[in-house]
């Protein structure tokens, strides 16, 4: 059973928090909760026929990522160089996880699905981030034995109330039947939030600044993980948890995010 803990508190939406647990009564409560809360549209909020979803004005604005793409950091390419192919960066220097996928690219026009998720409590989108993120890492997902989130120090997810990777974390272990393991990883110490560092500053930051929770390594020793985040920048982070992941036992590390930075050397 998937674990519940103080990083992945209930849906706040009113359409998904209650009735939850009473699957027989489940089809008249949501007919009752769609006529109280009609679906609306993830992005601009306007009403739609099903609840979780895109208008069709907002589809084509989200850049959703897909083949061709790098091999190992998902980076998506112009044209099809091969199944195997690396981006540049790969190329000079291979990642510390094995592989990262993304959902879609954080841009301008993306940017506000992942804000209102984070920040405006909008935790019921998750059930649809799951379905995305299922089919952009299907690959990986299938030979993983668990989910881990990168975690958020105690002083934030106080603030916050719950971890945003957690909750997705749990939603994809539903959603294809993966054992999310939210306390995997703990974040030692409270590190400055990377909004403006460069490259190097990002990895200053978070060295050192992770842990495997002591009564979770028998859980990941051995066991093919893959580590779920929001947002891939330059990848400081979820390497640095994948390192710690490695050290602990874990057989391969593989990233799964919402949303990947196409900064603008790579681009």
């Known amino acids: 059973m998937p674990e519940t803990t103080p990083e992945t508190m209930p849906e706040s939406n009113p ?17 009752s909760l769609s006529a109280l809360f009609p679906p609306q549209c993830l992005k601009c909020g306007a009403m739609m026929e099903a ?16 083949a061709p793409q790098c091999a190992a950091c998902g980076r998506p390419f112009e044209y099809d160089i091969g199944e195997a192919a690396l981006c540049g960066a790969c190329a000079r220097s291979p990642p510390r996880y094995g592989r990262a996928r993304a959902v879609f690219v954080y841009d301008q026009d993306s ?36 989910l881990v989130p ?33 306390r995997a990883l703990i974040r030692r110490r409270r590190t400055v939030p990377h909004v403006r560092m460069s490259a190097a500053q990002r990895w200053r930051n978070v060295r050192g600044a992770f842990a495997v929770h002591p009564p979770s390594r028998a859980r990941i020793e051995g066991k093919r993980i893959v580590l779920i985040d929001d947002v891939l920048t330059t990848g400081a982070t979820v390497s640095t948890c994948a390192d710690v992941l490695m050290r602990a036992g874990a057989a391969n590390v593989d990233v799964l995010t919402l949303a990947r930075v196409m900064r603008p050397e790579e681009s």
């Open 15 to 31: 359409r998904t928090a209650l009735g939850s647990g009473t699957p027989f009564l489940r089809p008249l409560w949501e007919r």
């Open 51 to 66: 609840d979780g979803a895109l208008c069709g004005s907002c589809w084509p604005e989200v850049a959703f990522i897909g």
């Open 111 to 146: 940017r506000g699905l992942i804000l209102a998720f984070k920040h405006a409590d909008q935790t019921h989108a998750a059930r649809t981030f799951a379905r995305w993120l299922r089919r952009a890492g299907e690959e990986m997902l299938d030979a993983a034995d668990c």
């Open 150 to 182: 990168v975690p958020l120090h105690w002083t934030r997810l106080f603030s916050r109330r719950f971890n945003q990777a957690a909750l997705l974390a749990q939603a994809l272990g539903r959603e294809c039947g993966c054992q999310a393991v939210p």
